[in-house]
């Protein structure tokens, strides 16, 4: 009997580890803008929402990935480059990250989110939601974590990869005049 309980007790166990195993990691960076710590403020709220919990291991941030994330902040003003998002969930040992800015436009303040599968470069999907004062933003996080994990639970393998070139306002074009034509190739 108690060889059978052990058994039971050690089917259970390897069976929690193996299904607890099978959820991807997902590295949440900090929001870049707003004041203060409102970037790191908002990171860490995302990380401890229950929907992302359920769908994710969220994998914590190192020194050496905070000294990173210190450098790439010197050097540009959000993790807008999936290749720089894409480095740094590799130092995290991560399938997924989640990065996001606070902006201001016009009358509006806005809050951004997006998610980039490391192994792929592909940004999986992209929010933003609009609040009045910064501490709105905890009532909108659950909204955007939903439409993050729904997007890491899409088959993108059929959908047409779309390429932007970057767009440079300041360009000259033939005879010293100014454009501002930008390809797309699919």
Do not use: W
């Amino acid at each position: 009997m108690l060889k059978k309980s052990l058994a039971i007790v050690f089917l259970i166990f390897c069976t929690a580890s193996i299904f607890s195993q099978s959820k991807p990691k997902l590295g949440i960076l900090p929001f870049t803008g707003g004041t203060g710590e409102d970037g790191e403020t908002i990171a860490q709220i995302f990380s401890i929402q229950q929907e992302i919990l359920d769908a994710f291991i969220v994998v914590p941030r190192t020194n050496a990935v905070n000294a990173l994330i210190a450098e790439q902040n010197f050097q540009m003003s959000g993790y807008t480059d999936s290749d720089t998002i894409a480095r740094l969930g590799r130092l995290l040992n991560a399938d997924f990250v989640v990065s996001g800015h606070i902006r201001r436009l016009g009358n509006s303040n806005l809050v951004f989110a997006i998610i980039v599968n490391v192994e792929t470069f592909e940004q999986m999907a992209g929010d933003y939601r609009t609040y009045r004062n910064i501490e709105d933003v905890r009532n909108l996080i659950p909204a955007i974590a939903e439409n993050m994990i729904t997007a890491t639970l899409r088959d993108t393998s059929v959908l047409p990869r779309l390429a932007i070139a970057p767009h440079n306002h300041h360009a000259v074009g033939i005879k010293g005049t100014t454009t501002s034509a930008q390809r797309v190739y699919f």
